[in-house]
């Protein structure tokens, strides 16, 4: 493996701009190591030929991986779903238009979870994408390729999509930096819908460093999404070299209960000991209305799954079943029966029961109202904590078809995320140790708009561990 790929974005960046390195060479070693790497491990569903655009600014001449639910023009966006196999939007995304402004460029558009609906990439409709740490393990989803992309160094850096921890997932099982930014905080316009109210995109990265760097980069107000937030644009990587002497920590007992793995729970408190040992101090906490968090979000994000899926009629666009003999209905039926694979149909089934007429209120309804009890949970423990700590994920890994078949083990790994995405805060995912040599992930999580106190955290915790995050694949 050339050195080039083991440059971060920031430093790639740099080498670029000194004239030590060419954008178009650093380019064609990434593909490269695509060729030679992704035929086992599955990343991608879509690659890039050729650089689009030019290589100067913030991100000038790096091969940014695009998870395949962002919209980019000219080339294909799947959503890793039959219904879109073909579908080739005419327009970028903002995140995607942003990324090419500042001197990046799109290397392809990596596999996923159908329509963002799952926890380990293994609901494909292609195929299931393959941990490099250890391939009989899943990546985590839905952005599983993009987790896997950027710790096999088949891309610098990646954007994926958090609906209920699909960014943070990834990136712990992967052994990445996974962000999941407040609500409002990234354009969503040219991401394909999932759950409106909840789902945010976020960046992928290798280090705290780079992380801060994508942030500056895509995040910040834009007009076409009416959901994003006019507030005044930051330099995240200002808060990098800054410390945490006097935080103030909550550790919620919630977090660390029944059904967290011995490793990831030793691998938490670790932590936690080292930021005491940096100054700062730390109490347990509670939050008791998170124990409804799971069944909350799953009946909200199946219920707006249900609504925006409706559109997948096979006559507008997408996938279509032609058959003379079919009327409109049984067309209609066709197209999405054979178009959405079975994890899709299940929450449109589910969400289009809780939003029908005398079950509404009995369950969309009480499910926001958890949802205003779970934020308000957060609200009153941020009064009195700078920030909170958890797992990302209560378990490392698990086996390739280990838990496709059985749907509830499938959401249980959401448990330590979904809440975060209840209450629009932010929070990040840091590789923080192994347990039989798969990567374990810390959560970070703060107040609205607070990702610059969390990447500080983060940079300082990821200085004092010094990891090394090459997975077996990578360094062999």
């Not at 976020?202 to 760097?213: E, K, S, Y």
């Not at 069944?295 to 096979?314: C, H, K, V, W």
Request: aromatic share 8%.
């Amino acid at each position: 493996m050339g050195r080039t790929l083991d440059l971060t974005l920031y430093e790639l960046v740099e080498a670029i701009k000194n004239g030590s390195l060419e954008a178009e060479e650093v380019f064609e070693e990434y593909k490269g190591s695509i060729l030679r790497n992704d035929c086992r491990l599955k990343a991608y569903i879509t690659l890039i030929d050729r650089m689009d655009g030019e290589s100067s600014g913030i991100l000038g001449g790096a091969p940014i991986a695009v998870k395949d639910n962002i919209c980019t023009k000219g080339t294909r966006t799947t959503c890793a779903s039959r219904m879109l196999e073909g579908y080739v939007p005419p327009y970028d995304a903002t995140v995607v238009e942003r990324i090419k402004r500042a001197g990046g460029h799109v290397i392809g558009k990596t596999n996923m979870d159908e329509f963002a609906m799952g926890s380990s990439t293994e609901y494909s409709a292609f195929f299931p994408s393959r941990n490099p740490w250890n391939t009989e393990m899943v990546p985590g989803g839905s952005s599983g390729g993009s987790g896997v992309a950027v710790a096999a160094r088949e891309a610098v850096a990646a954007i994926g999509s958090d609906t209920g921890g699909s960014v943070r997932c990834p990136a712990s099982f992967c052994g990445v930096v996974g962000l999941k930014t407040t609500y409002g905080l990234m354009s969503r316009y040219g991401l394909v819908a999932f759950s409106n109210s909840i789902e945010q995109i976020g960046p992928m990265t290798r280090d705290v460093r780079d992380c801060a760097l994508i942030m500056n980069a895509v995040s910040g107000y834009d007009e076409r999404d009416g959901t994003t937030l006019n507030v005044k644009g930051e330099d995240y990587l200002s808060y990098l070299g800054k410390g945490i002497k006097g935080m103030k920590f909550g550790v919620p007992r919630e977090f660390l209960g029944e059904g967290t793995d011995e490793g990831v729970g030793k691998a938490v408190w670790r932590c936690v000991h080292m930021i005491e040992s940096m100054g700062a101090q730390w109490e347990e906490v509670s939050l008791p209305s998170v124990r409804y968090a799971l069944p909350a979000y799953y009946m909200i994000a199946m219920s707006e799954a249900s609504s925006n899926l409706a559109r997948y009629d096979g006559i507008r666009y997408g996938m279509r079943e032609e058959d003379e003999g079919l009327d409109w209905s049984s067309s209609y039926s066709k197209t999405r029966g054979r178009g959405f694979g079975k994890e899709v149909k299940r929450r449109i089934i589910l969400g289009t029961f809780a939003l029908s007429s005398g079950y509404y209120d009995a369950y969309y309804v009480k499910a926001q109202k958890v949802r205003t009890l779970i934020k308000n949970d957060f609200d009153r423990l941020f009064k009195r904590y700078d920030a909170l700590l958890g797992p990302t994920v209560p378990s490392t890994a698990f086996r390739l078809g280990e838990k496709v078949d059985d749907p509830l083990s499938m959401y249980m790994t959401d448990i330590d995320t979904v809440s975060i995405n209840l209450a629009g805060i932010p929070a990040l995912s840091l590789p923080c140790g192994f347990v039989e040599g798969l990567p374990v992930g810390l959560q970070i999580m703060a107040p609205p708009l607070c990702e610059g106190r969390i990447l500080t955290v983060a940079k300082r915790l990821e200085e004092e561990l010094r990891l090394d995050l090459r997975p077996p694949l990578v360094s062999g």
